[in-house]
């Protein structure tokens, strides 16, 4: 299974970016899916899932501000950040841990 993401970028305080994670190799609608972020001498730290069923749940320093949500046409999964902060700086990897696949990480950068 091969997972690609895009999306990132640098983004003033406020702003908002959509990342998107391509899946190959598998039909990513059987599975759950998350988002994950590591931050410059952090560990990597758990953001987002959504599950096969389309259930939610979010870190809670993210909820109301990051949306996840897939798209199985598209064999794709997304994130959408908004109301972004200089915390949420990090290295954002999409992960389907059925098969224990991630993602080369996209780079999002929050600052003025």
């Known amino acids: 299974v091969q997972l690609v993401e895009s999306g990132g970028g640098l983004v003033q305080p406020g702003g908002s970016l959509r990342l998107s994670c391509v899946a190959s190799?598998?039909?990513?609608?059987?599975?759950?899916m998350h988002w994950y972020r590591q931050a410059p001498g952090e560990q990597r730290e758990w953001v987002a899932v959504v599950t096969k069923g389309d259930t939610t749940t979010y870190l809670d320093s993210v909820k109301g501000r990051f949306t996840i949500s897939r798209d199985n046409t598209k064999n794709t999964v997304y994130l959408q950040m908004d109301n972004l902060k200089p915390e949420d700086t990090a290295v954002y990897y999409c992960h389907m841990a059925a098969h224990d696949s991630w993602g080369q990480g996209t780079q999002v950068t929050v600052s003025s």
């Open positions: 190799g598998s039909d990513l609608s059987r599975y759950a």
